[in-house]
T-cell receptor, first 110, second 116 residues
Framework: TQLLEQSPQFLSIQEGENLTVYCNSS?????LQWYRQEPGEGPVLLVT?????EVKKLKRLTFQFGDARKDSSLHITAAQPGDTGLYLC??????????FGSGTKLNVKP | SAVISQKPSRDICQRGTSLTIQCQVDSQVTMMFWYRQQPGQSLTLIAT?????????ESGFVIDKFPISRPNLTFSTLTVSNMSPEDSSIYLC?????????????FGAGSRLTVL
């Protein structure tokens, strides 16, 4: 079983639509990260959130860390085909241990 | 951030053989991590490799099956031994970067292994 569960597992939307990906756990993390992975590449860090309730914006992407530091969400506004990829959340414990979520595969159709 | 080169990028192997994957980093790092990933799915940590000591393996992974070498601070290898079709997967090398106290993982492009 995965320590971090992501939903939805798959998402196929049209260009211009909005979407939210959720990352949930019953465990508390010192920080939470979101990575995006494209086919044939390794995951690349998008953002790190550290404080409970923190909200970070990266252009059309908005990341939120839950107040209790157990969950997080990623919201994409006006999705573009370039957003297509596998999105992975990762909870960090003890500054050294990374727990990856189950993954959300996003496909944005032009 | 660090640049990681992995090779081979992909390979097709016969059952019962072994394959060694190489990971080269362009800077010195203390800890290197080896992950396994089924295409389109999450990452599972195999082991953590520290220079000068034995690798630390996660539950479900053993040294006899996945021996790791870490001869210096910029290089590591992972061997997948006595392969079976269940070992078909993507194997990723990763390092923690960003300076003291940083928690950013940088990954190689991965090695896609198919076992027939």
């Amino acid at each position: 079983t995965q320590l971090l569960e992501q939903s939805p597992q798959f998402l196929s939307i049209q260009e211009g639509e909005n979407l939210t990906v959720y990352c949930n756990s019953s465990s508390v993390f010192s920080s939470l990260q979101w990575y995006r992975q494209e086919p044939g590449e390794g995951p690349v860090l998008l953002v790190t959130v550290v404080t409970g309730g923190e909200v970070k914006k990266l252009k059309r992407l908005t990341f939120q860390f839950g107040d209790a530091r157990k969950d997080s969400s990623l919201h994409i506004t006006a999705a573009q085909p370039g957003d297509t990829g596998l999105y992975l959340c990762a909870g960090v414990k003890n500054f050294n241990k990374f727990y990856f979520g189950s993954g959300t595969k996003l496909n944005v159709k032009p | 951030s660090a640049v990681i080169s992995q090779k081979p990028s992909r390979d097709i192997c016969q059952r019962g053989t072994s394959l060694t994957i190489q990971c080269q980093v362009d800077s010195q790092v203390t800890m290197m991590f080896w992950y396994r990933q089924q295409p389109g799915q999450s990452l599972t940590l195999i082991a953590t490799a520290n220079q000068g000591s034995e690798a630390t393996y996660e539950s479900g992974f053993v040294i006899d099956k996945f021996p790791i070498s870490r001869p210096n601070l910029t290089f590591s290898t992972l061997t997948v031994s006595n392969m079976s079709p269940e070992d078909s997967s993507i194997y990723l090398c990763s390092v923690r970067t960003g300076g003291s106290g940083a928690n950013v993982l940088t990954f190689g492009a991965g090695s896609r292994l198919t076992v027939l």
